[in-house]
């Protein structure tokens, strides 16, 4: 089980290095190697650390804990093949980390990023249509039974094609650089991320590398079915192509047309779900 | 934090984290149990092993300032 929780690791800041290659080359930059996440995360973990002296302690240093631990939750959750309900739930308290992040340091960039990361919760709300959709189709939330179910019928992306669209926006919500990703944009510094150094950065970064890799294995899972490792890794790292591509040519969107771009896609979505769930059922 | 009990916490939660992965392989403890014992140690053994890594070694040398 460490197991693939240090291999979700590595191959998750492989994956942050990739998207700001792409990035970096279609902005007609070299960029950084694709193993500079990996080095990064080392960097960190190797730097001068302390606790500024407006922080709160307690906070500050927990919210990097329950940050790794929430996402190897999630990463145990998908190994196996627990209910994505467990999943939702583990994503609602990612936005607690967040905002908890940046409230923690004191820091007025900390507290912007914080007071947005709230105020973008419709970023979650494409996900509650995803749920609802799988379940109307499979029956069921327990991966087990969704991959059964795949397994008889073909890939749930060709019949809730709109939910993976849906679920997609969310994994687009959570990228570095995502036209969403308005908590950590550059106006504020860093954003929530702001006071976090050295080795509590080290420890956020594996986090969000553990998230990028279950929030595209979960997207494999839930709308392609069970397929050979070497396969999924290879579908992961197309869809993180496709991120990457609309990360480098859209703009970071102001914090309201982000609310109003994610309750749209969630409106979208449960339109399908009345139409399939009630009117043609 | 001292570098003796930063390396000594890390230590700690690497066996956790060893042993929960292999109980689990081998079912010696509950799957949940296993689990749980991961998703707890795994952070701690993440931190730790930083903490250990930048902790100081006690009296640090007066930087070199040249001839």
Same mark, same amino acid.
């Given at each position: ?12 800041? /492989? ?16 960029? *950084?190697? @694709? ?45 196996? #093949? ?10 609602? /308290? ?13 820091? *007025? ?5 914080? @007071? ?7 970023? #979650? ?9 799988? %379940? ?18 073909? *890939?749930?992306?060709?019949? +809730?094609? *709109? ?19 308005? @908590?950590?944009?550059? #106006? ?18 594996? +986090?969000?590398?553990?998230?990028? %890799? ?12 069970? /397929? ?27 914090? %309201? ?14 339109? %399908? ?9 | ?11 700690? &939660? ?7 992965? &292999? ?11 296993? $689990? ?22 006690? $009296? $640090? ?7």
């Amino acid at each position: 089980m460490i197991d693939y929780l240090i291999f979700g690791t590595i191959i998750g800041l /492989l994956f942050h290095g990739i998207h700001r290659k792409v990035i970096a080359r279609i902005q007609g930059r070299p960029g *950084p190697p @694709i193993w500079q996440e990996i080095l990064h995360t080392l960097k960190f973990s190797f730097k001068q650390t302390w606790i500024p002296k407006t922080a709160s302690q307690t906070l500050f240093v927990w919210v990097v804990l329950v940050a790794i631990g929430i996402w190897s939750a999630a990463l145990i959750v998908l190994v196996t #093949e627990g209910s994505i309900l467990l999943l939702f739930g583990i994503y609602m /308290l990612h936005k607690i980390v967040e905002h908890g992040m940046g409230l923690s340091s004191g820091s *007025p960039y900390g507290k912007f990023g914080a @007071i947005r990361s709230v105020m973008s919760a419709a970023s #979650e709300l494409p996900l509650f249509a995803t749920v609802g959709a799988v %379940y109307l189709f499979t029956g069921s939330l327990l991966l087990t039974d969704i991959l059964a179910w795949q397994s008889a019928h073909g *890939p749930l992306l060709i019949f +809730a094609f *709109p939910a993976a669209v849906a679920l997609y926006v969310v994994i687009l919500s959570k990228m570095h650089y995502s036209p969403f990703a308005i @908590i950590e944009s550059k #106006e504020i510094v860093s954003g929530n991320m702001t006071e976090h150094f050295g080795v509590w950065r080290a420890g956020l970064e594996v +986090a969000f590398a553990l998230k990028t %890799y279950v929030l595209l294995f979960a997207f494999v899972l839930l709308f392609l079915g069970p /397929l050979p490792l070497w396969l999924v890794l290879a579908v992961m790292l197309l869809l993180l192509l496709s991120l990457s591509f609309i990360c480098a040519f859209c703009p970071m969107l102001s914090p %309201y047309d982000t609310v109003t771009m994610q309750s749209l896609t969630m409106g979208i979505v449960a339109v %399908y779900i009345v139409i399939v769930g009630v009117i043609l059922a | 934090m001292k570098r003796e009990n930063a390396f000594l916490i890390m230590i700690v &939660a690497g066996a956790v984290c060893l042993a929960a992965g &292999a109980s689990w392989r081998t079912g010696f403890f509950a799957p949940w149990l296993a $689990e749980i014992l991961l998703i707890a140690a795994f952070p701690v053994f993440v931190l730790f092993l930083g903490l250990w890594w930048n902790a100081s070694e006690g $009296e $640090e040398d007066i930087p070199f300032l040249g001839y």
